[in-house]
């Protein structure tokens, strides 16, 4: 298997991490504006501002056999759903690669709304969708029986009001969800980054898992969860 920056250039899925035998995959989604058609490139910041979250993401996970990737997008933008299409191509593209694993999807603003609406395919165990871009009226049904977990700054672009209001929405269509939310952190993450990135580590955890009998915690409908 060719190193992630040998990939093919049509290629959705960057493999960052390749174990010899690979029984489950963290793929991150990145984020980018409504609408933008230009090529993605590894050094634009919404890319760099993710590779601390996969370090995190893989902290949380056994590497000996546990996939890391990063979707690969066409061009910068949602562009009608361009996002949610290269999310599902890569998602292909892993079944090819390493067969029917269980899968986690951890996107950052655009690509955590990528990652939710992709939510259905078979491989995805759950999502942590970091300061998720969530347009009113996102749809929901296609998070049945998944784990979601909406992690939010305090002062992000998504209001606290409208991540709770979906990750109810989310409950009411039979996921598992709950809403984090960072105190003092922004919408890019950087603002108490170290906060972001202990949480990343701690809902990817999460989320990884099968449910657990016992108190509900994160997961509560009581309200989110402060850090």
Same mark, same amino acid.
Request: charged share 20%; glycine share 6%; with cysteine.
């Given at each position: 298997?060719?190193?992630?920056?040998?990939? *093919?250039? #049509?290629?959705?899925?960057?493999?960052?991490?390749?174990?010899?035998?690979?029984?489950?995959?963290?793929?991150?989604?990145? @984020?980018?504006?409504? #609408?933008?058609?230009?090529?993605?490139?590894?050094?634009?910041?919404?890319?760099?501002?993710?590779?601390?979250?996969?370090?995190?993401?893989?902290? *949380?996970?056994?590497?000996?056999?546990?996939?890391? @990737?990063?979707?690969?997008?066409?061009?910068? @933008?949602?562009?009608? @759903?361009?996002?949610?299409?290269? *999310?599902l191509r890569a998602l292909s593209e892993l079944g090819r690669l390493v067969g029917d694993v269980p899968v986690v999807l951890v996107g950052h603003a655009m690509g955590g709304r990528a990652a939710l609406r992709v939510a259905a395919h078979p491989q995805v165990r759950g999502v942590v969708a970091l300061a998720p871009w969530l347009p009113a009226g996102e749809p929901v049904a296609q998070l049945l029986g998944r784990s979601v977990l909406l992690v939010q700054g305090h002062d992000g672009r998504a209001s606290g009001v409208q991540v709770w209001g979906y990750a109810e929405r989310a409950r009411e269509a039979g996921a598992r969800a709950g809403v984090v939310v960072v105190r003092g952190g922004g919408p890019w993450m950087l603002r108490r980054a170290g906060a972001w990135h202990r949480t990343v580590a701690s809902a990817v955890r999460q989320v990884s898992r099968p449910p657990a009998p016992g108190p509900q915690g994160v997961w509560s409908s009581s309200g989110p969860v402060f850090v």
């Open positions: 298997m060719p190193a992630w920056w040998e990939s *093919a250039p #049509d290629s959705a899925l960057w493999v960052r991490h390749l174990p010899p035998r690979t029984r489950a995959a963290v793929i991150t989604l990145h @984020g980018g504006p409504l #609408d933008g058609h230009h090529p993605v490139r590894p050094w634009q910041l919404a890319a760099l501002r993710m590779r601390p979250v996969l370090r995190s993401s893989a902290s *949380a996970v056994s590497l000996d056999e546990t996939l890391l @990737g990063q979707v690969r997008y066409r061009c910068k @933008g949602w562009n009608d @759903g361009d996002a949610e299409q290269d *999310a």
